[in-house]
């Protein structure tokens, strides 16, 4: 069973950090993009951040830029988001994603194709 599982999420003041994990399991995606979503209360779910297979690459919607920083540690399958100087606009479930086909289609961002998910983890930021 393939699995993307999300933790680290919790509440935060404003100002403060966390730092998310997705790992995964049942198959490797060392040759996946992976990105990150959120979706707050009432809101459609946004891209974050997503990292291409070898971690060069690196994209990050404007609001987070500077801010948040998206790595991977492919011998442990699991990719992190860095998220620093939290606002309370940044609270949301925040999802990680994988696009298992990317690597073979030649897709690259914004086109990739999210096939697998994991089940979100929860940030709160206090103001």
């Known amino acids: 069973q393939v699995q993307l599982v999300e933790s680290g999420g919790g509440l935060v003041q404003a100002g403060g950090s966390l730092r998310l994990s997705c790992a995964a399991s049942?198959?490797?995606?060392?040759?996946?993009?992976m990105g990150w979503f959120r979706q707050a209360p009432g809101k459609e779910r946004e891209f974050v951040a997503v990292i291409s297979w070898g971690g060069s690459r690196t994209y990050y919607t404007d609001s987070v830029k500077g801010r948040f920083t998206v790595s991977r540690d492919n011998a442990k399958n699991t990719v992190y988001l860095q998220m620093n100087s939290l606002k309370p606009e940044d609270a949301a479930v925040y999802y990680c994603a994988a696009d298992s086909t990317a690597v073979y289609s030649g897709r690259s961002h914004p086109n990739y194709r999210y096939d697998y998910w994991g089940q979100g983890t929860q940030v709160t930021v206090s103001s």
């Open positions: 049942g198959r490797t995606f060392r040759d996946s993009p």
